[in-house]
Nanobody, 121 residues
Framework: QVQLVESGGGLVQAGGSLRLSCAAS????????MGWYRQAPGKERESVAI???????DYADSVKGRFTISRDNAKNSVHLQMNSLEPEDTAVYYC???????????????WGQGTQVTVSS
């Protein structure tokens, strides 16, 4: 079993910054991509930023230039530095990892429990 533990969410004023972190634990062979998704009330869950095992990144248009995703392969962790936050960024943010298990070859998608980010105007 694999668990993703998130931290770093909270309340911040518009223009402020937060840094989200997510660490994978358990038994697995390797982690492929890691990413952050978010879901605001009344909206569908959307991709925010994704990073490959080699460090290539993709960002949603709405966060380009403001958010930066990074990962530490040695620690099986991924981070999201969020700057110039806007009220529209308010959502529950979910960590995602696509992981190959140690005793099976299939790559499975895992999700964290979600962490609340609230940006006040």
């Amino acid at each position: 079993q694999v668990q993703l533990v998130e931290s770093g969410g909270g309340l911040v004023q518009a223009g402020g910054s937060l840094r989200l972190s997510c660490a994978a634990s358990g038994s697995f062979f390797s982690i492929n991509t890691m990413g952050w998704y978010r879901q605001a009330p009344g909206k569908e869950r959307e991709s925010v930023a994704i990073i490959s095992s080699g460090g290539r990144t993709d960002y949603a248009d709405s966060v380009k230039g403001r958010f930066t995703i990074s990962r530490d392969n040695a620690k099986n962790s991924v981070h999201l530095q969020m700057n110039s936050l806007e009220p529209e960024d308010t959502a529950v943010y979910y960590c995602n990892a696509k992981i190959q298990g140690r005793w099976y070859s299939a790559i499975l998608s895992y999700w964290g429990q979600g962490t609340q980010v609230t940006v006040s105007s």
